[in-house]
C-alpha cells in the first residue's frame, strides 16, 4: 500500500523567507503526485501534480515542487512568503496499482510571521 | 459556474439517528469520493463511484452508506452505527476513475453529535 509522510506538522515563516513544505511517499511503481491548500473550514483546492513529465512542476501562487525519485520526494516550495500563504497543505499520492485511490499525508500548517 | 456543492455546511446528529450529507456536481465527472477529515489524521477515503449506479468501499466504510442513482449527485448516509461521527467530510469529483486524473472537492459538510 501507498503512504505518504509529511514531515513536519507546523512550519513557521517570515513574511519573504523560502517555503519548504516536505512530501515523502512509498511506492514500487512511479506514483502520480499531488500537492493541495486547504484554508480553514473550506476544501482542499489543486496546487499542482507530477505526472511523470517535467521532475520539475509549477503550480499556483508561485508554488513549485521537484520530483526526485532518488529520494521518493516531492518537496514543495515557493522562493518568497506572503501572508496569504497561511494555510493547510497536503500531499497526496495516486498508486498506479489502485486506480485514482489517493493517499494523503497529514497535513503540514503553515504559519507566515510579518 | 462549474464546481462541487455541499450542503449543509453544518449538521447535527442526534444519537441513534441517520444524517444524510448532500454532494452534487455540475462538472460532468464520472467518478466521485467521499473522504473524512481529522485533525492531524489527513483524509481518508469513506467510499468511492467509478460510474452510475456503482460504487465501492475505501479505508473506512463502516458505519456509512452510500447511492449513486445520477451522475451529478453522491450523497453520503452517516448510521446510527457510526459511533464517532463527529468530523470535516469531503465530498470530491475527477473526470475518470484514474490514477492521474485530478481530484476536484467540495467546500465541505462538518457534522457535529449533540
Known amino acids: 500500500a501507498q503512504s505518504v509522510t509529511q514531515l513536519g506538522s507546523h512550519v513557521s515563516v517570515s513574511e519573504g523567507a523560502l517555503v519548504l513544505l516536505r512530501c515523502n511517499y512509498s511506492s514500487s511503481v512511479p506514483p502520480y503526485l499531488f500537492w493541495y491548500v486547504q484554508y480553514p473550514n473550506q476544501g482542499l483546492q489543486l496546487l499542482l501534480k507530477?505526472?511523470?513529465?517535467?521532475?520539475l512542476v509549477k503550480g499556483i501562487n508561485g508554488f513549485e515542487a521537484e520530483f526526485k525519485k532518488s529520494e521518493t520526494s516531492f518537496h514543495l516550495t515557493k522562493p518568497s512568503a506572503h501572508m496569504s500563504d497561511a494555510a493547510e497543505y497536503f500531499c497526496?499520492?495516486?498508486?498506479?496499482?489502485?486506480?485514482?485511490?489517493?493517499?494523503f499525508g497529514t497535513g503540514t500548517s503553515l504559519t507566515v510571521i510579518p | 459556474d462549474g464546481g462541487i456543492t455541499q450542503s449543509p455546511k453544518y449538521l447535527f446528529r442526534k444519537e441513534g439517528q441517520n444524517v444524510t450529507l448532500s454532494c452534487e456536481q455540475n462538472?460532468?465527472?464520472?467518478?466521485m469520493y467521499w473522504y473524512r477529515q481529522d485533525p492531524g489524521q489527513g483524509l481518508r477515503l469513506i467510499y468511492y463511484?467509478?460510474?452510475?449506479?456503482?460504487?465501492q468501499k475505501g479505508d473506512i466504510a463502516e458505519g456509512y452508506s452510500v447511492s449513486r442513482e445520477k451522475k451529478e449527485s453522491f450523497p453520503l448516509t452517516v448510521t446510527s452505527a457510526q459511533k464517532n461521527p463527529t468530523a470535516f467530510y469531503l465530498c470530491?469529483?475527477?473526470?475518470?476513475?484514474?490514477?492521474?486524473?485530478?481530484?476536484?472537492f467540495g467546500p465541505g459538510t462538518r457534522l457535529l453529535v449533540l
Open positions: 470530491a469529483s475527477s473526470s475518470r476513475y484514474r490514477t492521474q486524473e485530478t481530484q476536484y
Open positions: 463511484s467509478q460510474i452510475v449506479n456503482d460504487f
Open positions: 462538472l460532468n465527472h464520472d467518478a
Open positions: 497526496a499520492v495516486s498508486d498506479p496499482n489502485t486506480g485514482n485511490q489517493f493517499y
Open positions: 507530477y505526472t511523470s513529465a517535467a521532475t
